[in-house]
């Protein structure tokens, strides 16, 4: 299972914040590196970012380079605004975006993941709906676009500058994924996690247990600590 995840636009992106200056990448490249370690702990599957922390990635590079890699899913994270962006509204909710042509598959997993991030975060469903967004149009698998919040509202920007906001949207864009794919879990166990294996050394058996106690005594004597086993 191949999945790329695509933190929406890039450091540099002019406009793409807040009235008070908060960058939407800050928020969409945090979300999407949380995502990218959960997702990290299930079976057979890779993770790779549409995006960079550097540079603002064009979306034509975006796409090619998911189509290139034939990854199975790219999800889109974004944080949304109403007008454009200079001024504070009350606009708000979550909302999660397809094709126009509304796939099957993707509408599935969009319903998942907005599903998944109303219940998490406890703001308005805005519902799936459809667009012809360049990452939807021009990507040849399933993908999809949330937008897990308005940062253009000064409440649901205060979570949105959150830790543990973001880290909820993953989590919650997390199991949108595992549950559309039937992802399973990786075994914990490490090798310094499992249950130590004991080796015992018998040196003999008597009926006798004065003769045990001998063999006993000089082992004591060589410095072992040997122990009597009634069996």
């Given at each position: ?162 830790d543990s906001y973001q880290k909820t949207c993953a989590e919650a864009i997390v199991k949108g994924i595992v ?53």
């Open positions: 299972m191949k999945i790329m995840l695509d933190a929406g636009h890039g450091p540099n992106t002019p406009g793409k914040r807040s009235p008070d200056q908060f960058k939407e990448f800050t928020f969409t490249s945090s979300v999407a590196d949380h995502a990218k370690t959960l997702l990290e702990a299930y079976e057979n599957v890779t993770i790779y970012f549409a995006h960079s922390k550097n540079e603002d990635i064009p979306l034509k590079e975006r796409t090619d380079k998911a189509n290139r890699l034939n990854v199975n899913c790219y999800v889109a994270i974004h944080a949304n605004a109403f007008g454009n962006g200079t001024t504070w509204n009350d606009a708000n909710g979550i909302e999660t975006y397809v094709y126009l042509s509304k796939p099957k598959e993707a509408l599935e997993l969009a319903e998942r993941v907005q599903k998944n991030l109303v219940i998490a975060t406890g703001l308005t469903n805005r519902g799936v709906k459809s667009a012809d967004f360049h990452i939807l149009r021009e990507t040849n698998m399933t993908a999809i676009l949330a937008e897990c919040g308005f940062y253009t509202n000064k409440n649901e920007l205060q979570l949105i500058k959150t549950d559309q794919y039937k992802l399973k879990k990786k075994n914990n166990t490490s090798s310094n996690q499992k249950t130590k294996t004991l080796y015992k050394v018998q040196i003999g058996a008597y009926s006798n247990k004065k003769n045990a106690e001998k063999i006993v005594k000089a082992l004591q004597e060589k410095g072992y600590d040997p122990i009597i086993v009634n069996d």
